[in-house]
């Protein structure tokens, strides 16, 4: 018999879902189930339950054909569970290593109806917030069962479903189901303590309960908060039904229905201002129609006033007073912000003189209108024209020409904007002018913080590769690659995206985690690798010629990207023995990271004329024409030439340590795009041999094309175009 089936419902959260499955699966414990439920989610998080479900006998995946809400999705896993106990596990949210065996050996050892696990609120900024276990158990309740009415202060824990785990047969006996709408774990978990015979509590932190900050009920402003009363009633009248058997429990129930009450309406990020009244006085009525014939023991202080004025319906007076308690608080932030930003009047120098008179510049612009036709275009902190900004701008140019397109670029990089394309140089006063008035802002990376984002405006981030390394918020988990990243700072700068494209289901998934905000994923293949698909042989031959490469020659790129972390850290590759392993006929084309500024001439190397530094070549895309063969480790540059279907080669001298300190997000060595080398020994071997371009190494290349190029057919770019220039709807891929 299986000891406990874990019911993880999944809708929207497939930037999250691996990681709560892994934290489930990995666990050193196995005696388990874990039944995924796709709430008919229009993203991927039902192909990521299938997924584990094709490699784990323990992972069983249900599809919902529509989608039906968290507590129906619940129900749907309960009835399909097989455990001795079910845990209802919220797929954003995830275990703590190592707790599986503690649960499982306090189960088995007091068979609880009820077992109550800790958790802590893990934050966006990778710091956690424990819960009120400590404060309603000051001293460890220890190892054994209790009924409600003997610690009645249990029902002060967080009322969710997932900090409990449930004897399975005890809830079929009770016919307990978790009811449709929001708040639904109201409505579940108190009954559940109330009808408990046997409640255990384990003081160890199971559960971190992720706080996002978009997506989650908690942060979403609206009326359906109002049903959390309904909630609440249920209970009451299941209270009703059971009779005496729980009116001693009347009171301190009906006082975590007020303070929840307040709790929604005291969250500005729930009830609007124009909805405050009318749910307030909801509170109002259900404080009247509920409260116990003997009344109950309301909180002191400013907690016990708020609850006498719901019993009396005034809510001019509560509102003044939230006014002027939110006053207070912002006044006190007001006053530390004000003591960070004390600085010395010695620091305001000559030299920063023009850029303050060019802020206020930029600021009076804000003030007028939003140019209706103007697209401001930018690449690698305004390193020139590149990327999927440059291959959007060029559809723009042919399906939307009457919005004028301007390029933001260094003043050292002027040469590399083509001819006609109008652009404006990075620090000047027509660059802050277009930055302020322009309704389309497109980059590959964000633009700086003093940027606004104004009303009618639209900020679209192209991204400029599929992650192998970890990003974002993500990096958090490992300082050492991450360094000194503000990530309250990115997170501001992230906020301002209205649109992010991504070139396949993984990146979306990524991103999702990585970048958590309120943004429109456009799931559309990357624009850049357009001109990949729609390049004629004439095109490549004309490339090849202007790099000096001839017909018969085979060439080998070899692009290894930037270690964050190690400056100066460079593979071990000698250019001269690999061009001997290549043999008469190879060429080497060598290209360095954006992030090293480049020397911008393309030469060859004054050792050997076959060995060429393309370093500096702008539109990397042209180097991938040419190349017959890609090596490369971690870059994403092998997201885009696997678009062409030619022999890509992991070179990874230095994997293990890379994925230790700079995280990544899969490991390449094991679902690469082709042959694997780990030293340069190896890689050699592989170009000596052949196996670079074995039947194996196309195998695994077909299977990586698959996996994240299925998007890249050459229309990426008008796609965008379609939906964030022209308004047009995008095409539905999902059905519920």
Known sequence: MTLISFVVPAFRVQGYLRECLDSILDQPFTDLEVIGVDDCSPDDSGEIIDEYAARDQRVRAVRLTENVGLGPARNVGLDRAVGDYVWFLDGDDWLAPGCLPEVAERLRATRPDVLLV??????????????????????????????????????????????????????????????????????????VL????????????????????????????????????????????????????????????????????????????????????????QITADYARWLPPGGYSAPDGVEGLKHRLVATGRWRTFSALRAANRARDTARRSARTARRRVTPVARRNARRAREVLLREYYRAELHRPVDPSLAVYAAYWYRGYACNPAAIHEAARRLAPEIRGVWIVRRDRVDTVPPGVEYVVAGTPAYYRVLARARWLVNNVNFPDFVRKRPGSVHLQTHHGTPVKVMGL????????????????????????????TSNSFSTQMWDRAYPAAYTTLEVGYPRNDRLVAATADEVLRLRADLGIGLAEQVVLYAPTHREHLPNYRPPFDPDRFLDALGPSGRLLMRSHYFHDRDRRPRPTPERERILDVSAHQRVEDLYLVADVLVTDYSSAMFDYAVLDRPIVVYAPDWEAYRLARGVYFDVTAEPPGAVATTFADLLDLFRTGEARSDAAAKARQQFRARFCALDDGHAAERVVRQVFLGERPERHRAC
């Open 474 to 501: 993500d990096q958090q988990r490992y300082p050492i690659g991450a360094g000194q990243m503000d990530f309250g700072g990115l997170l501001r700068r992230v906020d301002r995206w209205d649109y992010s494209i």
């Open 194 to 281: 109330m009808a408990a015979d046997r409640i255990g509590v384990l003081d160890r932190v199971c559960v971190n309960y992720r706080q996002r900050r978009a997506g989650a009920i908690t942060r979403t402003r609206g009326d359906r908060h109002f049903e959390v009363f309904p909630q609440w009633h249920r209970v009451f009248q299941l209270m009703d039904r059971w009779g005496p058997a729980v009116d001693d429990l009347r009171p301190a129930v009906f006082e975590r229905m007020i303070w929840h009450y307040l709790i929604v309406l005291g969250n500005g990020q729930r009830i609007a201002p124009e909805l405050r009244p009318a749910f307030f006085a």
């Open 118 to 191: 800790d958790h802590v609120r893990t934050h966006w900024n990778n710091t956690a917030t424990p819960s009120a276990l400590r404060e309603v158990f000051p001293e460890p309740p220890g190892a054994g069962t209790f009924r409600l009415r003997g610690r009645p202060e249990t029902l002060r824990l967080l009322h969710t479903a997932w900090n409990r785990v449930v004897r399975r047969q005890f809830l079929v006996d009770l016919g307990l189901r978790f009811e449709p709408g929001w708040y639904e774990d109201v409505s579940f978990s108190y009954p």
